[in-house]
């Protein structure tokens, strides 16, 4: 597994690229300026005065542009987000993590492992068939055919076996889930993040905490986690 929190900065008139192995999630983002040092070479210093500045649609265009895919580019421009302060030199701040989605077939086990110092938050399982081409090499059509099958237990099983935890192992199976739809084959679907195992109860883990090793890679001026 990877650290799955980052954080990036990139100066106005260059292209953020957000990038995961899976599915990224816009936790948070903000085009404008809020410090006189981010994104300042070169400004003269009536370019970067105004620390108030903040685009309203920074969170809805980037959410609309990256959630749910495995990567994305925005342009940090005014003519993407509007100009919340003219005559400054802005730059793009996001937050995101990206999101582990994970298909077992039935009869073989989901091993899901974080980080040392991460621990597993379980979003969403599901054990059944919501299609005819995952986990299907090998079957019969007639093994295939059910595509409306779900147990009602998935996600409160790996949830208990698995929140909180480094790593666990679920078995992809009828003894663990019950026999939702008889005589179709099976996959367990899960998806997860990695959280920080020391951020204290009720703490955003969008914002550094705990050791170093828990905190963002971060890298101002840049448009890639370092």
Known sequence: AIELHF???????????LQCGQILVIHRADYGRHD???CSNLQSDC?????LCSSPESIKVVAESCNGKNSCTISATSSVFGNPCFGTYKYLEVDYTCQFQSATCEGSQANLQCDKGWVLVIHGADYGRHDKTTCSAGRPASQLQVV???????NDVVAKSCNGKNSCTVSASNSVFGDPCFGTYKYLEVVYTCQCKYLKPGVSSSRPQGP??????YHPGS???V
């Open 7 to 17: 954080q990036t900065v990139t100066c106005e008139g260059s292209q953020a690229k």
């Open 36 to 38: 006189q040092t981010t």
């Open 47 to 51: 370019m970067l005065r105004d620390v």
């Open 148 to 154: 409306q099958c779900s147990s009602p237990t998935s």
């Open 212 to 217: 170093v090793s828990c905190r963002f890679r």
């Open 223 to 225: 448009t890639h986690p």
